[in-house]
């Protein structure tokens, strides 16, 4: 038992689970993940493409394999964290005693060097604790922790950001202005309006969105765009995607009934199911020929300059190709659909989720970088300074520290 | 102003010749002139990059150009601040030619200036791209000293000389800078893209890559602070860990298309 517990939390083990991790990770990166199966077979070829989604690689990152190492890596960094921290709760005190025993091995010619080299060390914010017949002088303790903390920290950051990646309730929403969203607890979310660009023209993809609470006692309105989700209670509503929708009004001149239909995609539009248009798309502009002939441009990542219909009229089950512009109305028996400019509007992502699980992947982070700060350039170091001359313990090269005690001793005597 | 640029990039190129020369003949002299030169070109190329920053009206590092360029001189900036640290020449030695092939690689991309897009509009932006900056600039000239130290050990020269013990080592701890500054890119980034895209990671091709090398440089850690690897070893692992980082900064936009394809801009 012993034996594979120190096993599970060798160096060898845990070396050997992150070059796992980096040989899985370069086969996502550079097989097409989550892709249909087709796209595959065209890809690879079928006994190839077969093989590939068998083993799981064209979703590699969600196969079972892909977890467990996860987990073992995590029991691995647990166990070291352990052992670690057994290692260097005493370890400073161990280097204290280490300096205290220690024989020095640079001499000082006289009493100036001892003044010069203990004057530099308190400058530098050494630690001072007086001993017999020397002076020790201490820093960087904490470094101790460094190693501990960094492997703590990788081992929080998996907990928590696998927790978060995991337990989010998402939903993908589009939204026409002047629309109200009911969430499942009775939250309400209304778009007050969007836009693609900004008043000078640059592209924006801003929503302007109410939410409120079940009871509306409580209600945020904020403009939203990429980076700026909008937080409400335990909701962030992201502006993920956008669209353009035609707006067709509808009016039925025997009743005077009348409706505004918001078009995204192909439909059949009429009362009676024999007249009516069928809408086809929407263009966001088109070219026209010295011919009167049009050519169509398919899309565009700004809002429509010269928005056109393409239509088929119906009558009586007959029907004609025609190009609507917006102000225009076509009459079919009883009803006249009227062409209205088109609608800009959202695609937004409805998240659920968690703050403190947030709270402790963002301390997770901020822990890793403090202690990785630690580990590397807080090494801890001892210097036993007596009469004789000093001695520098650390477990790690002090070399920059060597050369500058050098240097200071050499210039005792020259500056007083 | 594209001018100051093209100048920097001539001038890098120069003194990295001199360097070299003058470090093969042991010519003081000539390395004296090539940090001149070096710093002469450090200027232009700083002068480029204000002027583009202000004409541009942000940060001049939103695309692959002005990346590359804030990476070369990342590795400039660094060098010359090892070597006041230092005063070693292999340190400049290492510097330059990264510097310039780094730069060279940005005059090969589109250069004019265009407007930031949305999803780089965001307070993240500075932190997660400068570090990405200064990180592959310590990760170049380490390996860059990795180089040095390997054409000094086919020269003839001892691992055991104090030098190369010094390259050596000095090759390490700037591996340790790089790889506490990629810790802080691709948190700032997690960070930033939970903001923008609503997932903190989602396995894009550019994340990957990070967090590959990420891998790479944390098993060259274990390596070296406990197997005790030192010297040949550390020196080729530098080198080979430096073409996952092109990679991740230039292979993934040209070959890899993602949530970060806009960096290829």
Redesign the interface.
């Known amino acids: 038992m012993k034996r594979i517990l120190s096993f599970f939390r060798s160096m060898t083990f845990g070396m050997i689970l992150l070059a796992a991790v980096m040989a899985l990770s370069l086969a996502g990166s550079l097989i097409p993940q989550q892709e249909e199966a087709m796209k595959y077979v065209n890809a690879y070829g079928a006994q190839t493409a077969a093989l590939l989604m068998g083993l799981g690689f064209t979703d590699i990152f969600h196969t079972w394999y892909f977890y467990a190492l996860e987990i073992l890596l995590c029991l691995n960094l647990l166990l070291c964290s352990i052992l670690r921290f057994g290692r260097t709760r005493k370890a400073g005190e161990r280097l204290k005693q280490q300096a205290i025993k220690a024989a020095c091995d640079q001499p000082f010619a006289d009493e100036s060097q001892f003044q010069k080299i203990t004057a530099y060390l308190s400058g530098q914010r050494y630690r001072k604790t007086e001993s017999e017949n020397a002076v020790l002088y201490s820093k960087h303790f904490m470094g101790f922790y460094g190693s501990f903390l960094v492997h703590l920290s990788i081992l929080l950051v998996l907990l928590f950001g696998s927790l978060v990646l995991m337990t989010p309730q998402v939903t993908d929403q589009t939204v026409m202005p002047g629309e109200t969203l009911t969430l499942s607890d009775g939250t309400t979310v209304t778009c007050e309006s969007f836009h693609i660009q900004d008043e000078s023209g640059k592209l924006d993809y801003a929503s302007v969105l109410t939410a409120a609470s079940p009871d509306g006692k409580q209600s945020k309105t904020q403009e939203i765009r990429v980076n700026e989700p909008l937080r409400f209670g335990s909701y962030k509503i992201y502006q993920q995607t956008y669209g353009t929708a035609g707006r067709i009004q509808i009016r039925n001149n025997s009743n005077g009934a009348e409706e505004i239909q918001y078009m995204t995609e192909p439909a059949f539009l009429a009362i009676d199911q024999r007249n009516g248009i069928y809408f086809e798309a929407l263009y966001p502009g088109y070219f026209r020929d010295e011919d009167g002939n049009f050519t169509l441009i398919t899309s565009t990542d700004r809002s429509y300059p010269d928005p056109v219909y393409r239509i088929q009229s119906i009558t009586d089950g007959m029907s004609a190709a025609v190009l609507a512009f917006p102000g225009e109305e076509i009459n079919i028996g009883d009803i006249t659909f009227s062409f209205l400019s088109p609608a800009e509007y959202p695609g937004l992502r409805i998240k659920r989720v968690s703050g403190w699980l947030y709270g402790g992947l963002y301390f997770s982070f901020g822990l890793m970088v403090a202690a990785l700060y630690l580990c590397f350039f807080a090494i801890p170091v001892a210097v036993k300074a007596a009469k004789e001359g000093y001695v520098i313990c650390s477990p790690k090269n002090q070399e920059g520290l060597a050369l500058a005690l050098e240097a200071e001793k050499s210039q005792a005597g020259k500056n007083p | 102003m594209e001018i100051c640029f093209f100048a920097a990039l001539i001038v890098y190129f120069a003194a990295s010749v001199l360097q070299f020369i003058g470090s093969a003949l042991k010519k003081d002299g000539l390395n004296k002139i090539a940090r001149v030169a070096f710093g002469l070109g450090f200027l232009l190329h700083t002068g480029y990059t204000v002027w583009r920053g202000f004409t541009a009206g942000r940060l001049p590092l939103a695309n692959q150009f002005e990346f590359a360029s804030g990476f070369a001189w990342a590795i400039a900036a660094l060098g010359f601040f090892l070597y006041w640290k230092l005063r070693q020449e292999w340190v400049m030695t290492a510097a330059m030619p990264m510097a310039f092939l780094i730069l060279s690689y940005a005059a090969f991309q589109p250069m004019q200036i265009k407007?930031i897009?949305?999803?780089l509009?965001?307070t993240w932006f500075a932190l997660h791209i400068g570090s990405a900056a200064f990180s592959y600039a310590a990760f170049a000239i380490s390996a860059g000293l990795g180089v040095v130290y390997l054409v000094q050990l086919k020269k003839g020269k001892s691992a055991d000389d104090p030098r190369m013990k010094?390259m050596d080592?000095l090759g390490y701890?700037i591996v340790?800078?790089g790889?506490?500054l990629l810790?802080?890119v691709i948190?700032s980034g997690?960070?930033?893209a939970?903001?923008?895209?609503?997932?903190?990671?989602s396995?894009d091709?550019k994340e990957?890559?990070a967090?590959?090398t990420w891998?790479?440089y944390?098993?060259y850690l274990?390596q070296r602070l406990?197997?005790k690897w030192q010297g040949r070893r550390m020196a080729w692992l530098a080198v080979i860990a430096f073409v996952l980082v092109i990679f991740t900064f230039a292979g993934?936009n040209l070959l890899?298309p993602g949530l970060h394809s806009y960096a290829g801009l």
């Open positions: 407007d897009m949305p999803a509009r965001s010094q080592y701890r340790c800078l790889f506490l810790t802080v948190f997690a960070i930033w939970e903001q923008a895209w609503s997932s903190w990671w396995w091709p990957t890559w967090l590959i891998i790479f944390a098993i274990h406990r197997l993934v890899l």
